[in-house]
């Protein structure tokens, strides 16, 4: 004899629903755990830890318009030549030496042109701070007062790997900057007497 068994769409549906809600919950878990390492990984204390970078002549922070187009608090510089000074810190418990530090310039939009200055830490110890300084970069490009986008740079800053100086970890900061040599900086208040 064959048996018949009737099956209640309600409870089929209530049944594979659960099942889902289950199957979603377990795969949310995961995922869940997954950003959780990653997220530890990327929060790791560099070796060399970038503190600041001081630009002089001083840049100026303002709003630039171009025709129709707005910058709002763009970074300007208004030198075609400037210096670069970046402060870092030694965050390990050892001394590191022959540190290698690379700055690379480049104008957004058009990664030809392109300038790399390499410089070098003869030793840091402990917890200390060091600068390192990288004189007279050129400029690539100038706005002019009329362009958005010639005078755009980007800065990435690089303290590189020496495993021989105790410097296992790449450290890695990009900036960005206008350079419009039309830009005047605001006149300081003068105090009244």
């Given at each position: 004899?064959?048996?018949?068994?009737?099956i209640n769409?309600?409870?089929?549906?209530?049944?594979?629903?659960?099942?889902?809600?289950?199957?979603?919950?377990?795969?949310?878990?995961?995922?869940?755990?997954?950003?959780?390492?990653?997220?530890?990984?990327?929060?790791?204390?560099?070796?060399?830890?970038?503190?600041?970078?001081?630009?002089?002549?001083?840049?100026?922070?303002?709003?630039?318009?171009?025709?129709?187009?707005t910058l709002?608090?763009?970074?300007?510089?208004?030198?075609?030549?400037?210096?670069?000074?970046?402060?870092?810190?030694?965050?390990?418990?050892?001394?590191?030496?022959?540190?290698?530090?690379?700055?690379?310039?480049?104008?957004?939009?058009?990664?030809?042109?392109?300038?790399?200055?390499?410089?070098?830490?003869?030793?840091?110890?402990?917890?200390?701070?060091?600068?390192?300084?990288?004189?007279?970069?050129?400029?690539?490009?100038?706005?002019?007062?009329?362009?958005?986008?010639?005078?755009?740079?980007?800065?990435?800053?690089?303290?590189?790997?020496?495993a021989a100086?105790?410097?296992?970890?790449?450290?890695?900061?990009?900036?960005?900057?206008?350079?419009?040599?039309?830009?005047?900086?605001?006149?300081?208040?003068?105090?009244?007497?």
């Amino acid at each position: 004899m064959a048996k018949i068994i009737a099956i209640n769409r309600r409870y089929l549906t209530l049944t594979l629903s659960v099942l889902l809600i289950c199957f979603l919950g377990i795969a949310g878990v995961t995922l869940w755990k997954t950003a959780n390492a990653s997220t530890t990984k990327t929060n790791m204390v560099p070796e060399v830890k970038m503190l600041g970078l001081v630009v002089e002549p001083v840049s100026l922070t303002q709003d630039l318009t171009y025709g129709s187009v707005t910058l709002k608090g763009s970074q300007v510089i208004t030198s075609k030549m400037f210096d670069f000074i970046v402060t870092v810190q030694n965050t390990t418990g050892q001394t590191m030496t022959n540190i290698p530090v690379e700055l690379e310039v480049s104008l957004v939009g058009d990664e030809t042109q392109k300038i790399n200055k390499l410089g070098n830490l003869p030793s840091l110890d402990p917890g200390a701070t060091a600068r390192v300084a990288f004189r007279q970069v050129k400029a690539l490009g100038d706005a002019q007062g009329k362009s958005a986008t010639a005078g755009q740079h980007k800065i990435t800053l690089r303290v590189k790997p020496n495993a021989a100086g105790g410097i296992n970890q790449a450290t890695e900061a990009t900036f960005y900057f206008n350079v419009d040599t039309t830009v005047k900086a605001p006149k300081a208040a003068t105090p009244a007497s």
